[in-house]
């Protein structure tokens, strides 16, 4: 196919992303992932991975190689031609056909996008390494195209534990040989060779894809954290000696001082304070902060270094083949869990914040930042959807890297459980816009009541918010102020641009 082709899911963008198997930035997969780019896939690149499918042929007449001579699993031992006596690409259909559970949710378009883009990525990775799947030219042009022309298969939720997406990957496996419909588009049907199976599904391609596109979503959502903690800070007159320079630099952990002294600078020239010490929910925004700018950036090194290089048992090279452990995903489990629980710590001093700003004694205002007649109950149901939110997403925070797991006759003792972590953190994706949007409503409020309290730093933060909410503060159902709030989260995001180191 002509590189310059425009693929049908995305005819008329014009933002082009190359897809040679380097670095694939976490926004370049977004923008793909949701229509706003096109990949192009080098077919140069694709071309010179002949070599490793020469070199794994050559591997499999020579010797035994896992999962294309033997079985997988607890049949690791199993000789599947001699024994069968079948045509070798037999056995990888089977592979397939087992493997793919179609069980579960499906999953949608934006993740699945992502997860062909993922995958063709770590295949063309092996061309700069000399290392990878080996796997034939036909299956690696057939997944190009899809990937290009915007052709996606159907893949099903279950059936991934943090050691490879086997089960929908073998889906995706069985939609390029055509023994499954397309979801949308369609590449021809391609013959599969005879070691193409498992190198074809032993990837987390789709777990990457539902961690990446939730993490882009969480920074926006981190760095409008910010600069809704700064606009409560403002609204309760807070003590900004909390976050001075000095005292960040004292002891610098982790992203600290860059968070401390964007806030400190977002408040400066604000009211004077009212308290010599402030409430936790003022004082430790940064200490609070930092941990999740930290963890995130941690996530992303993950991720990048997981899209850009392969990973595949069996690895094969022009040394030979390789026999490994790459598919045990304990980086990516790790670093999803951190992200998620520091991600909770954030929305819990949130919760903290808003509770303040419903308090009279805090903010000199009527409770719960009411208007109308006496009695009106302003926002103190926020309070109440604020707990549940956090409620469902408690569980989200807890180590996936905790649970065990023997399978396939306990030849398979552990996992990593970073599918989980993933889903998890798509989970906290979804639910933490509505928690710092009820705190983002509750401090518009106050400030226009209090509009001398905003500071100059900050004033174009609070028009963000102030020019799509409602003026009239009697009782009414929050519901779309809300939504109004999370619909300006990335507008936030880039009027502040808190950039990883």
């Known amino acids: 196919m002509d590189q310059q082709h425009v693929p049908t899911?995305?005819?008329?963008?014009?933002?082009?992303?190359?897809?040679?198997?380097?670095?694939?930035?976490?926004?370049?997969?977004?923008?793909?992932?949701?229509?706003?780019?096109?990949?192009?896939?080098?077919?140069?690149?694709?071309?010179?991975?002949?070599?490793?499918?020469?070199?794994?042929?050559?591997?499999?007449?020579?010797?035994?190689?896992?999962?294309?001579?033997?079985?997988?699993?607890?049949?690791?031992?199993?000789?599947?031609?001699?024994?069968?006596?079948?045509?070798?690409?037999?056995?990888?259909?089977?592979?397939?056909?087992?493997?793919?559970?179609?069980?579960?949710p499906v999953e949608d378009e934006p993740t699945t996008r992502a997860a062909l883009v993922l995958r063709l990525n770590q295949l063309l990775a092996g061309a700069r390494v000399g290392a990878g799947a080996g796997l034939s030219p036909a299956v690696l042009d057939a997944l190009a195209d899809a990937v290009e022309t915007g052709a996606l298969p159907t893949l099903h939720r279950f059936g991934g534990i943090g050691t490879s997406d086997l089960a929908p990957l073998a889906e995706l496996g069985l939609t390029l040989v055509g023994e499954r419909p397309w979801r949308t588009g369609s590449v021809p049907p391609v013959a599969l060779g005879a070691a193409d199976a498992l190198p074809l599904i032993s990837s987390h391609a789709l777990t990457l894809a539902t961690a990446s596109l939730a993490l882009v979503r969480l920074r926006q959502l981190l760095v409008s954290g910010l600069g809704i903690s700064a606009l409560s800070f403002l609204a309760l007159r807070g003590n900004p000696q909390a976050w001075a320079p000095s005292v960040h630099a004292a002891r610098p952990h982790a992203r600290q001082p860059e968070v401390a002294a964007a806030l400190h600078a977002l408040v400066e020239g604000g009211p004077e304070p009212t308290r010599l010490q402030d409430p936790f929910a003022l004082r430790t925004a940064p200490q609070v902060l930092s941990p999740a700018f930290a963890a995130a950036d941690l996530l992303a090194d993950v991720l990048q270094l997981e899209a850009s290089t392969p990973g595949e048992n069996p690895l094969v090279s022009r040394e030979g083949v390789f026999h490994h452990g790459q598919f045990h995903a304990a980086s990516l489990a790790t670093a999803l869990d951190t992200l998620r629980a520091t991600t909770y710590g954030v929305l819990t001093l949130s919760a903290a914040r808003l509770a303040l700003l419903l308090r009279p004694e805090h903010t000199g205002l009527r409770a719960f930042l009411a208007a109308g007649p006496r009695g009106s109950s302003g926002l103190m149901i926020g309070e109440y959807v604020v707990q549940d939110a956090l409620a469902e997403l408690r569980p989200a925070t807890a180590p996936m890297t905790a649970g065990t797991v023997s399978i396939s006759l306990g030849l398979e003792e552990h996992a990593s459980f970073a599918t989980q972590g993933a889903r998890a953190l798509r989970q906290t994706a979804d639910l933490?816009?509505?928690?710092?949007?009820?705190?983002?409503?509750?401090?518009?409020?106050?400030?226009?009541?209090?509009?001398?309290?905003?500071?100059?730093?900050?004033?174009?933060?609070?028009?963000?918010?102030?020019?799509?909410?409602?003026?009239?503060?009697?009782?009414?159902?929050?519901?779309?102020?809300?939504?109004?709030?999370?619909?300006r989260v990335p507008d936030l995001a880039l009027l502040l641009r808190l950039e990883g180191p």
Do not use: C
């Open 9 to 104: 899911a995305t005819a008329g963008v014009e933002r082009v992303v190359r897809l040679d198997g380097r670095e694939l930035p976490l926004d370049d997969l977004d923008a793909i992932a949701h229509g706003r780019a096109r990949p192009v896939v080098d077919r140069a690149v694709l071309a010179s991975l002949g070599a490793l499918h020469a070199a794994m042929e050559t591997a499999r007449s020579e010797g035994t190689v896992y999962g294309a001579t033997t079985g997988v699993g607890a049949n690791k031992d199993v000789d599947v031609d001699e024994e069968q006596g079948e045509h070798p690409r037999a056995h990888g259909l089977r592979l397939l056909r087992s493997h793919a559970a179609s069980l579960g």
């Open 432 to 487: 933490a816009p509505l928690v710092l949007a009820v705190e983002a409503l509750a401090a518009v409020r106050a400030l226009r009541a209090a509009p001398d309290r905003l500071s100059p730093g900050a004033a174009a933060l609070f028009g963000v918010f102030d020019e799509v909410l409602d003026r009239d503060a009697r009782d009414a159902p929050i519901g779309p102020d809300v939504e109004a709030v999370v619909a």
